[in-house]
């Protein structure tokens, strides 16, 4: 074997195990959004497809039957079940029911129905009318959009401050920062709670929107990161030109640094779309409050019984995300990789 075609078969290996892995990474997306298109006679019955479909059926003289998979003379046939017996049963042909029944001995129970292919884009109209689904994604767009700019807000101007300025006590203060990184939300949940609820802030928006307003550990590390990245040579220019501190923030320093800034924007939007537990503690006497997250899980409950029902729910609050993920995805790879150049 030359090295040429040894390398075209290396080539050829890696493409397929790629597309097995994302394959398998997109498999479960791919299993929802079949299940949000099946019918709640589909899921129920046993041996059904897996793309979503109807039971087929055949109107022989005004009634409707069911059509069933039939061995017969050496071969399978699809034919309408017009009489059930124990010991055999009449069939007719679909395709040509003028030529009268035909008689199959065996039980019908143990035929395969035959399966056409319905997905049940209903299911998507049905549930946003009965999970009130503009208004619970009007409360999630309004909790994701303030909350992301009150932390890119205040993260930059952290961020900026521990990354240009020397001041005592930079050091140490910055890691005390990032050490509340491993600070269990358990620890604090309780304490925090308590002092929303003597202020008057339970059962309102204010808890899950003013504490963003002061920054996170985790944001402003990477930002911080990146902006070391930049040469301070441009700060100095900057300065000479007459530009403060924050006309050099906004017309040096962010215009640079868009990568690490849409970044630390999807990855809170994401996390606040997400958040299940924080609006659930606030927010449960306040049905008209909440987001999508606590009102899908009360409409879990509610139908339960209808899978196909929560899997279309499911995906339409999953759309959102998805769809800022692809949309940024390169400048969101490029910001996470800049942050990591030592510094």
């Not at 997109?26 to 039971?55: C, F, G, I, N």
């Not at 007459?242 to 050099?248: D, S, Y």
């Not at 400048?331 to 030592?342: A, D, K, N, P, Q």
Request: with cysteine; net charge positive.
């Amino acid at each position: 074997m030359t090295p040429y075609a040894a390398r075209r078969i290396r080539a050829a290996l890696m493409t397929i195990v790629m597309f097995g892995i994302v394959a398998a990474f997109l498999s479960p997306l791919v299993q929802m959004t079949l299940s949000s298109l099946k019918s709640e006679r589909q899921v129920s019955q046993a041996h059904a497809p897996l793309l979503p479909s109807d039971p087929r059926t055949f109107t022989h003289e005004g009634r409707r039957y069911d059509v069933y998979q039939v061995p017969l003379d050496g071969a399978v046939r699809e034919l309408a079940l017009v009489k059930k017996g124990r010991a055999e049963s009449e069939f007719v042909d679909p395709a040509a029911p003028e030529q009268g029944t035909v008689t199959w001995r065996g039980s019908w129970r143990t035929l395969e129905p035959s399966w056409t292919l319905a997905p049940q884009w209903s299911n998507y109209a049905a549930v946003w009318k009965l999970i009130d689904f503009p208004r619970l994604l009007f409360n999630t767009i309004a909790l994701a959009v303030i909350s992301t700019i009150g932390t890119v807000l205040s993260c930059t101007l952290v961020a900026y401050g521990f990354a240009r300025f020397r001041f005592p006590g930079r050091g140490p203060l910055f890691t005390l920062l990032i050490a509340t990184i491993f600070l269990p939300a358990a620890v604090t949940m309780i304490p925090t709670y308590a002092i929303f609820a003597q202020i008057g802030w339970v059962g309102t928006w204010l808890p899950l929107l003013v504490p963003t307003f002061f920054a996170n550990a985790y944001s402003v590390f990477l930002l911080r990161q990146y902006f070391l990245t930049i040469p301070r040579e441009m700060d100095e220019a900057a300065a000479i030109d007459g530009a403060g501190p924050l006309r050099t923030l906004r017309s040096v320093i962010v215009p640079q640094a868009w990568p690490a800034i849409t970044a630390v924007t999807l990855f809170n939007f994401v996390y606040t779309w997400n958040d299940y537990f924080t609006p659930l503690i606030y927010l449960s006497g306040r049905p008209e409050l909440q987001p999508l997250q606590v009102g899908l899980a009360a409409f879990n409950g509610l139908y339960s019984t209808k899978p196909a029902y929560i899997q279309a729910g499911a995906m339409m609050t999953i759309a959102v995300p998805v769809i800022l993920f692809i949309c940024f995805q390169r400048t969101f790879v490029r910001g996470i990789m800049s942050t990591g150049v030592e510094k």
